[in-house]
């Protein structure tokens, strides 16, 4: 079971950038899933989740800008960003509540995708 993210990049202040993040393995069901990122020299944080029947949360530093969405068939959680931003950089991680047979409920991460909003 693991979480595979993908879609980051560099991009020019104003531009956009769309992440993905798929679940794949023998997951019985999936909870709650999320967007976080570090930055170099900081701490990570929260960026937005998802709650399995849509509900969204954002940090307020993006939002406005930025639109998690899930797609519960394909085990799937995204991420678009528009009007990004030089601060918007970093790595971002996905994470998520996956449920496996012989473990139960568990929060899984990502490997990371760098976003760089650079001029």
């Known amino acids: 079971v693991q979480l595979q993210a993908s879609g980051g990049g560099l991009v020019q202040p104003g531009g956009s950038l769309r992440l993905s993040c798929a679940a794949s393995?023998?997951?019985?069901?999936?909870?709650?899933m999320g967007w976080y990122r570090q930055a170099p020299g900081r701490q990570r944080e929260l960026v937005a989740t998802i709650t399995g029947t849509g509900s969204t949360n954002y940090v307020d530093s993006v939002k406005g800008r930025f639109t998690i969405s899930r797609d519960n068939a394909k085990n799937t959680v995204y991420l678009q960003m528009d009007s990004l931003k030089p601060e918007d950089t970093a790595v971002y991680y996905c994470?998520?509540?996956?449920?496996?047979?012989?473990?139960?409920?568990?929060?899984?991460w990502g490997q990371g995708t760098q976003v760089t909003v650079s001029s």
């Open positions: 994470n998520a509540i996956l449920r496996t047979i012989g473990i139960g409920d568990r929060s899984y």
């Open positions: 393995g023998r997951v019985l069901a999936i909870g709650i």
